[in-house]
């Protein structure tokens, strides 16, 4: 039983590894979130309608629903569920550039 366990770890070991070195090998495939990937126009189309007219109108019909749904259950999770839904999808292109496109300034490396 534990021999399978080991073969299993080891399997999940040696994967990891050959993703990592795939990622170190070709940084090109993992450049998603940058403007000059391969990637660029559906990263682009997908912030413009989360930002858009589309997403504001989505977002405020999940922040509407939220309300009206902790004001009929009497709950603050109804509530809070549609808020966070409504401003967690305008502002996830925002953070997702954020998080991905940080840079190391001068006074960070010491």
């Known amino acids: 039983m534990k021999s399978n366990n080991l073969k299993q770890a080891w399997l999940w070991s040696l994967a990891a590894l050959a993703v990592t070195a795939a990622i170190l090998a070709f940084p090109e495939w993992v450049q998603a979130?940058?403007?000059?990937g391969p990637l660029s126009d559906?990263?682009?189309s997908l912030t413009e309608w989360a930002q858009g007219n589309v997403g504001k109108t989505v977002?405020?019909?999940?922040?509407?629903v939220g309300i009206v749904?902790?004001?009929?259950?009497?709950?603050?999770?109804?509530f809070a569920t549609g808020i966070?839904?409504?401003?967690?999808?305008?502002?996830?292109?925002?953070?997702?550039?954020?998080?991905?496109?940080?840079t190391l300034h001068a006074g960070m490396l010491n």
């Open 33 to 36: 979130a940058s403007t000059s």
């Open 42 to 44: 559906v990263y682009t």
């Open 59 to 64: 977002s405020l019909g999940m922040i509407l």
């Open 69 to 78: 749904g902790g004001i009929a259950r009497q709950s603050l999770m109804s």
């Open 84 to 102: 966070g839904g409504g401003l967690g999808l305008y502002n996830a292109p925002t953070i997702i550039d954020t998080v991905f496109n940080a």
